[in-house]
């Protein structure tokens, strides 16, 4: 997407490295990171240097093949896909990409292995953006029902499913690209998403880097939006959806899914068929990442010289914890945008559109 004059994608090979941009920096400063090797790809997942599920599956495909680099043997591997799941835990699309680049260097000659691995880093790099691209085509059309009836869209969105989630164009905010793209008056409600405000920092830049109107709100204010009619759709991303439709995401969707069946508002879930675990039917199964207190207890952000500042906002020794995402039952999900299209969030409805990676599953 568009950064002052450049485009970008968040990951990209630059050499023999890989170059991200690195995500902790963001709004205050853009920088690249270059990694080298497998640890620079742990430690930049882990410590969210990149994250957003399919950016961070991607980013672990790039990280096998650098330990491959190294040491291209069986064990290596295993070692590496087992450090890489270790660094987030919640979204499936860590596992899917170990298992597809696992598939494609097993066969092969040791030597061979680290080149095939890095060559299908860049197709899953590539595929990503084309399959957020074709999410945003189904998405529009539901912000063009909407906008047929009004004339404008209110879309309220959680945490940062834009296209600094994935390699490119995004998956909740990827239908609002596109609906931007062709004239329609969109407005997004930006939900500032403590503790570590992806909304605030990552979605309010990304669409200020659009041009997108939009207003940054804190957690608490969507129930309220909801009741005086500000807000006709929800549209958020995923981490983990299962093959039933219970949808995994950042810490506090469920409460806006609550709020949006109280109010009868639209609520819809944007996601890669890579994010869905067809092998899992419950949503209390799926292991919810627990990070650090001082996520909760601390702030950064920049004074008024523009200098980064942490700050204590609890005080002095108290208690705090930190779950990293909720996940939001089928029934208060009125539908999936996926890359093949809008689906009921039901079994049936994933089948309908992915039979051929549900059979897989089952194998
Ligand atoms: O903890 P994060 O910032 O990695 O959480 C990201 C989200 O919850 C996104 O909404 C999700 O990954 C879907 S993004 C395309």
Sequence with gaps: MRVGDRDLRTIWADGDRVAVIDQTRLPHALEIRHWRQLDDTVAGIRDMVVRGAPLIGVAGAYGLALALRADAGEASLDAAGAALLAARPTAVNLRWAIERVRAAVIKLPRAARADAA???AGRMADEDASTCAAIGRHGLAL????AAAKGRVEVLTHCNAGWLATVDWGTALAPIYAAHRTGLDVHVWVDETRPRNQ????TAWELQQEGI????????AGGHLMQRGRIDLVLVGSDRTTATGDVCNKIGTYLKALAAHDNG???????PASTIDFRLRE???????ERGAEEVTHVTGADSEGALRTVRVVPAGARAANWAFDVTPSRLVTGL????GICPASETGIRGLFPDLVEAAAE
């Design 143 to 146: 912000l063009n029902e909407t």
């Design 118 to 120: 890095w060559d299908e």
């Design 337 to 340: 945008v996926t890359e093949r």
């Design 283 to 289: 949503g209390r199964a799926i292991p919810i990442e």
């Design 199 to 202: 909304g605030a920092s990552l």
């Design 265 to 271: 508002v639209r609520f819809y879930a944007a996601l």
């Design 213 to 220: 109107p939009h207003t940054v709100i804190v957690d608490n």
